[in-house]
């Protein structure tokens, strides 16, 4: 909220510097974000006295005028303005000088005569609204002066949390400021002087829903003139981040920012009847809001409406049928309590969210109601000149008593870990409106609330009772009152002491695993990418869960997609059930700019939910991305593409570093998502599970990605969730040699290397450690339907080195199993 440091003055006065101020109410809780100097964009720009207004020699529409700016010749200016005259006192803008905007002014020539810099409106300056005249100034502005000096303000911009509605205002911060300096708060007269009419001749108001709108008062003001509110209330509107539209619209603007309390304001000929209905949305109703947007309309809606129809969505925005215009003679008045829960889900069902919605969320003070409607109506008289109808209609005028709320004055030291007398926390209440008094014997402490609401005795020990202001809905337990102890006393003064119980043991980070999963493909060139779990329908269409071996500790995928109730837009309305679709979309980004070598992962959730209970449950998956050159090009070598042999080294990869089995392949034909000839399920033990392969073809058709090939993962691993890694294990190396033997084994191209190297290994006998394909050769002169699998053979003993002997038993037990096993032999 933009606090401009003058208008809060009004209500509280301020003796401190504004860095001063804005570093206690930061210590307050009320997070100052910054402090601008609200006018520092008016450089060059000075107080100047019009000497002389004549018309130009060469131009019917133009003055040319003569100005004293304080210091040297006056200065000739030539100005389109209808509204000066000599002896006024007018902004000038002088040559060099900088506007909001960063719009410069200089010196320059207009139908043959120079202008030595210009006269400034409200609206060039961002003072008011007024883009037809001169800003006029005060006649005791001083001659020279820079406008910063007159008009010049500090504003603050406070981050007032979400439990805090009611210092959304000047009111709101006038008590936060009160309660560090100790100054009174000054309320603003509220009551408006009243006409001989009578409210019952012209308004009734009708709730249909009290639980939705627990009260609603309604002024009539009659005879106003629609014009540009006063220009110092436009200065306080902009500085306030407002943007001036009318005397009357400003004033329920004004007073929103004033006291906290939206307010709507009606033409009264709009209104059939002057009979306004508050009720739900009924079927086929339509509503076009000031925003100029027709919307149909729920049936969960609140609405403010008359006999013929709609007016405005309660809380949120008004209709454009009802606005004020020029035309407009009579307003009603509306100040009303709504349901924060309704108009939370309202403001989001439409994508509304207003001034007036944010505050209305937050719950509003049931007073508020009758002093917003009796402000409103007062500014109106004073601004637009009208007249106040005799008495207000208040739908519900029994003010709530105000709560009270008993703690104790041990357990607030307890919580606080200080030593704070009774008489010192009463007083620390008293500075932020929160009287105390002892409580009586068999007072229940409330110690928390809501969704599981908790009550103890007292035990004996010291209570006292707060009675809490009706303005403080964010006090409801003992905790609270503990917390705002400490707020006023201020959290910087609390002194820093050890725990009183023992330290928790040392605990493993459960996000180890993960981390490792993303250190390893960052090493390996894979860039992570982040991507929303909020899709389109087409894409989970396309890219449901996929049907993988469950792995230990994860979640299993599948269920009916998860859809939002209310999304913010059609491609972001459906939880994502696999992580391939987002990754896809990146690639697609990034092959529309031109950037062809894409090597991208991401670890993230799907989600699905069931038909038997409607619950909902996620997994936790990886999934990469890989297209365009996986080596570039250099003077021995043509740039090599991905292809699949480069996503299986990096789920090989992977699974060393887990400490994981080898990977298993299985052949994959039935993925509609995948080509049918390169793509498998793979499996490293039971801590690795998914599918590998190229994208299908028509896929890529579809998804209109300019590539010859995407090689895509989706992968479930052991710990993703959450989990460590397994400790690395050591192991005495021999002191003999290893000996390698290469082996080429010519087999039918239809047979997967992996079955060959199954086969390898179980007639390899004792002596084999290791199995690695090396090479892959198809071509003369091996037949068509044949191919060339080499793979590298370690042999080692534990108690001696091997012999010739050794190798040759061994290369020919191989020999002989894979003519037997796989119908292949060496070649030579």
Known sequence: MR???????????????????????TLLGMEVRTVEAWGAGWEGVVVGQLLAVERHPRADRLSLTRVDVGSGEPLEIVCGATNIAAGQRVPVALPGAVLPGNRRIERTEKMGVVSNGMLCSGDELDLTGDADGILILPVEARIGAPLAELYGDTVLDVDVKPNRGDALCMIGLAREVSAVTGAPVRFPATDPPESTDRIEDHLQVEVEEPVLC????GRWVSGVQIGPAPERIQRRLIAAG?????????VSNYVMLELGKPIHTFDAAAVRGGRIIVRLARAGERLETLDHVI?????????????????????????????????????IVESAIFDPVSIRRTAFRYALRSEASLRFEKGQEHRLARLGADRTARLIAEWAGGRVATGV?????????????????????????????????????????????????GTRIAVSSEPMPLEVEAGGAETLIATIPSWRRDLAIEADVAEEVVRVRGYDVVPAILPHTPMPHYRHSPLRLRHMVRETLAGAGLTEAVTFALVSPTLVERFGPSDDPPVPGEGEAGGRPVTVTNPLSSQHSVMRQSLLGSLLEVVSTNLRQDRLDVAIFEIGKGYGATDEDDSTHEWWRLAFALTGAAEIPAWNRPPRPYDLDDAKGVIELLARRLGLPGPNYVALTDDPRLHPGRAARVTAGDGLAGRVGSLHPGLLDDLELRAADVVVAELAIAGLSGGQPSSPRSVTPSRHPAVDRDLAVIVADSRPAAEVEATIRRHGGPLLRSVVLFDIYRGRPLGDREKSLAFRLAFQAEDRTLTENDLDGAIEAVTRGLAADVGGHLRT
Request: aromatic share 4%; charged share 25%; glycine share 6%.
């Open 3 to 25: 606090v401009p440091l003058s208008w809060l003055r009004d209500y509280v006065d301020v003796q401190l510097a504004p860095e001063q101020l804005a570093e206690r109410l």
């Open 295 to 331: 919307r149909e309309l729920e049936p969960e809606t609140l609405l403010i409406a008359d006999p013929s129809g709609p007016l405005g969505i309660a809380g949120v925005m008004g209709g454009a049928t009802s606005e004020i215009s020029d035309a407009t003679t009579g307003v």
């Open 214 to 217: 627990p009260r609603f008062v």
């Open 393 to 441: 209609v208040d739908t519900n005028p029994t003010e709530p008593a105000p709560a009270r709320l008993a703690f104790r004055p041990a357990r607030v030291n307890r919580l606080l870990g200080v030593e704070l007398p009774t008489a010192e926390q009463r007083d620390l209440l008293a500075r932020v409106g929160v009287p105390t008094d002892v409580a009586p014997a």
């Open 242 to 250: 407002q943007r001036p539209v009318s005397n009357v619209v400003d």
